[in-house]
């Protein structure tokens, strides 16, 4: 599985913007770039994805290297329920056994303090 | 839209005893995975089921975990006997495709295991 590499932990002021790094220079041509969040007590919730170009929604934007080894997600105004653990994921596709299927393997992520 | 459903919220048990879980996701939703995720970790996947059958489970402690989804919609994972390296929190996620494009997790179940 191909492997992200993300910060620790950052931190923000309330209504300014964040920018979260993510590292994954092993990235294979078919892997798309997911982002989840989760919470405190809650399970991870879906933020956005992408493969090549840059992606926003009403969530957050995604900024895709132009090499693909490196993204970016922004969230243009942080507030206190923006404080959670963001993963990186890169959405692997595995065949086996006369199957395909899309598989996400989550590694540590960020966690994101917002101070009020 | 009703979300994923899990069962119970929190479970206690001692070391030696079986424990199950019981999920129903999101309806319509194809693909089922349940996932483990030890304080300060990440989810780890256990295994990924389509329909009703298992696509992988490469990661299950089969000697231990089991895990079965009837009918292609409700799934149970089975812990038999526990051990103290499973307390965790048990993660069901289910999404439309089997590309996992969009995964809808549950709140989980906290086990602890004394």
């Known amino acids: 599985d191909a492997k992200t590499t993300q910060p620790n932990s950052m931190e923000s002021n309330e209504e300014e913007p964040v920018h979260l790094p993510c590292n994954h220079s092993?990235?294979?041509?078919?892997?798309?770039i997911h982002w989840y969040r989760q919470l405190p007590s809650q399970g991870p919730e879906y933020v956005i994805h992408?493969?090549?170009s840059n992606v926003n929604n009403r969530m957050a934007s995604l900024a895709i290297a132009e090499d693909r080894k490196s993204s970016t997600l922004i969230l243009h105004r942080a507030t206190l329920r923006d404080a959670a653990v963001y993963y990186c994921?890169?959405?692997?596709?595995?065949?086996?056994?006369?199957?395909?299927?899309?598989?996400?393997?989550f590694g540590q992520g960020t966690i994101l303090t917002v101070h009020p | 839209e009703a979300g994923v459903a899990q069962s119970p919220r929190y479970k206690i048990i001692e070391k030696r005893q079986s424990v199950a879980f019981w999920c129903n996701p999101i309806?319509?939703?194809?693909?089922l995975y349940w996932y483990q995720q030890i304080l300060g970790q990440g989810p780890k996947l256990l295994i990924q089921?389509?329909?009703?059958?298992?696509?992988?489970d490469s990661q299950l402690p089969k000697d231990r975990f089991s895990a079965e989804r009837l009918k292609g919609v409700d799934s149970t994972l089975k812990i038999q006997p526990a051990k103290l390296e499973d307390s965790a929190v048990y993660l069901c996620?289910?999404?439309?495709?089997?590309?996992?494009?969009?995964?809808?997790f549950g709140s989980g179940t906290q086990l602890s295991v004394l």
């Open positions: 996620a289910s999404s439309q495709y089997q590309g996992g494009e969009k995964l809808f």
């Open positions: 092993t990235i294979s041509g078919t892997d798309y």
């Open positions: 992408g493969l090549t």
């Open positions: 994921i890169l959405r692997g596709w595995v065949n086996a056994g006369g199957t395909s299927y899309g598989k996400l393997t």
């Open positions: 309806s319509g939703h194809a693909t």
């Open positions: 089921f389509q329909n009703n059958g298992v696509v992988d």
